[in-house]
């Protein structure tokens, strides 16, 4: 009896041990469990995290980039003198104009519109078609197109030293021509004839003359020239009554030379050094005399005089 005894006591403090050993890890599966969903959630939401920046990315590109479109302009010519503007976009365009050549901008009616077509004649002679576009979020676009179309007015350019020569010629009778020098004021000229010549002083350097040209039909050219503005010398031949020719050569910056043709033979060459003011006295003989004065300045820009004096034989 005593040792069955013995033998449950001993039987309990085994399971006790047993028991006790197995509670040093307690639901011990359980707990990685959690774990791995616990790393599961996360990676979950890191990927929708993901998706939903690329998503976000694309969509504020796309936004860019809609933003950053620019209107169209189309130009079809529909007529020998016509031609058809039209432009489109995808928001409301803010204002339209256009201009020929440097003339004043002439603007379309384009307010909450998102395409518009305009039809605008072609004047005559060579023109320079201009046209601006903008739109409410500040996008601008600019297009810029020569036409020629032919008409019967002529303009010529023809440099003469300190003035450019405009030659006009009409088979109408020219009423008027304008000319300006860049953007400065235009000056208006009559004319009521069907040809005319005009001088026009040419400011130094390197300046745009623009002409325009208009006859009793109303017929309009506009030409336009770049034109270099030099300084030629100045030459005066006078004479002192029957003794001498009185040969004056100026220029503002300098004289670079000097020669002089007496009789288309005799022949005369003087370095001036940049003098700006020089004189000469040159015997007139008997009968008749024929004199020619060239005058080159430091730019290398030449003038000519010429004159002729007949001395009565004594």
């Known amino acids: 009896m005593l040792n069955q005894i013995l033998s449950v006591e001993r039987y309990d403090k085994d399971n006790n041990k047993k028991q006790k050993v197995r509670n040093t890890n307690p639901k011990g599966p359980i ?40 209107p169209t302009i189309h130009v079809e010519e529909i ?19 256009y201009k020929w050549n440097n003339g004043s901008d002439i603007e379309i009616e384009c307010e909450g519109k998102k395409e518009i077509s305009q039809e605008i004649e072609i004047p005559k002679g060579k023109n320079v078609l201009s046209v601006y576009v903008s739109d409410i979020s500040g996008q601008e676009v600019k297009f810029e197109k ?6 019967n007015i002529n303009i010529k350019f023809e440099n003469e030293g300190k003035y450019t020569k405009v030659i006009v010629t009409g088979e109408e009778e020219l009423a008027y021509l304008t000319y300006r020098w860049d953007d400065q004021e235009e000056t208006r000229v009559e004319i009521n004839n069907t040809e005319i010549e005009q001088k026009i002083e040419t400011p130094m350097g390197l300046h745009e ?3 325009i040209v208009v006859d009793t039909n109303n017929q309009t050219v506009t ?9 030629k010398p100045n030459i005066e031949v006078t004479t002192d009554g029957s003794s001498n020719f009185i040969v004056k050569a100026t220029d503002e910056k300098g004289l670079k030379r000097i020669e002089i043709i007496l009789d288309e033979t005799k022949k005369y060459k003087s370095d001036l050094d940049g003098q700006k003011e020089v004189e000469y ?10 004199i020619q004065v060239t005058a080159y300045n430091l730019d290398d820009i030449s003038e000519v ?3 002729k004096v007949t001395k009565q034989v004594q």
């Open 31 to 70: 707990e990685i469990n959690k774990v791995v969903k616990f790393f599961s959630i996360v990676i979950i939401l890191f990927g929708i995290l993901i998706v939903g920046t690329g998503s976000y990315s694309m969509y504020k590109k796309s936004q860019q980039e809609t933003a950053n479109v620019k």
């Open 209 to 211: 003359l623009t002409v």
């Open 223 to 231: 030409e336009t020239k770049n034109v270099q503005g030099v300084m």
């Open 305 to 307: 005089s010429k004159k």
């Open 146 to 151: 020569q036409y020629k179309l032919d008409a």
């Open 281 to 290: 006295k040159i015997p007139i003989k008997e009968g008749q005399n024929k």
């Open 79 to 97: 007529a020998q003198a016509a031609i058809l503007l039209r432009i489109n976009h995808n928001k409301q365009l803010s204002k339209v104009t």
